[in-house]
């Protein structure tokens, strides 16, 4: 069974470090075109922060369709409800201003970081996941901190930015370690 089960994370490891160079892209992009969007929901902005949660989505499915065992996957489909409220939820708060995004993307970022550290710790026979598992964690401290910042006098999308850049760097770290646990084994 255990060499029926490193068979499948070995077959499943060139998409998934794939997957997460791709996320490390995308993110450091996002987060660049936040930032020169500025801290106000213009269109641009509200457009940036649907189609973080929405890109959370597609990958998800990505990674749910390459993956080979049943418990990351049940996670993956988890995240997927999640973010695809989190993208209809953070287009609705737009409407009403920035500390109502923030709380939004609170809540989603506190939700997800634990389905990706539960994920990564379901992973952790594959290698490579220390990163994921760590940047759950965060996922949920920042969370927790935008939603705090929603109750500022001027709260700001800005924050969203960092935590978009730390996500990809973890994406891009795990990527690394999926190569060199791939030539290990």
Do not use: E
Request: proline share 3%; net charge positive.
């Amino acid at each position: 069974m255990a060499s029926a089960t490193s068979a499948a994370h070995v077959g499943a490891t060139p998409a998934l470090r794939r997957l997460y160079v791709i996320r490390f892209v995308f993110a450091a992009a996002w987060a660049v075109l936040l930032l020169l969007s500025g801290s106000d929901l213009t269109v641009a902005a509200r457009v940036l922060l649907f189609v973080y949660p929405a890109f959370d989505v597609a990958a998800a499915v990505v990674d749910a369709r390459s993956a080979r065992t049943d418990g990351p996957v049940k996670g993956l489909y988890v995240n997927i409800a999640v973010s695809s409220l989190a993208a209809v939820g953070v287009a609705v708060a737009g409407a009403s201003g920035v500390a109502d995004v923030l709380r939004v993307w609170g809540t989603w970022a506190v939700v997800s970081g634990l389905i990706q550290l539960l994920v990564g710790v379901a992973r952790r026979p594959m290698g490579g996941q220390w990163a994921m598992i760590v940047s759950g964690g965060i996922s949920v401290l920042a969370g927790a901190s935008f939603i705090r910042g929603a109750s500022q006098d001027d709260p700001s999308l800005t924050s969203l930015a960092g935590y978009a850049t730390l996500g990809g760097i973890f994406f891009l770290v795990s990527a690394f370690r999926l190569t060199r646990s791939t030539r290990r084994g």
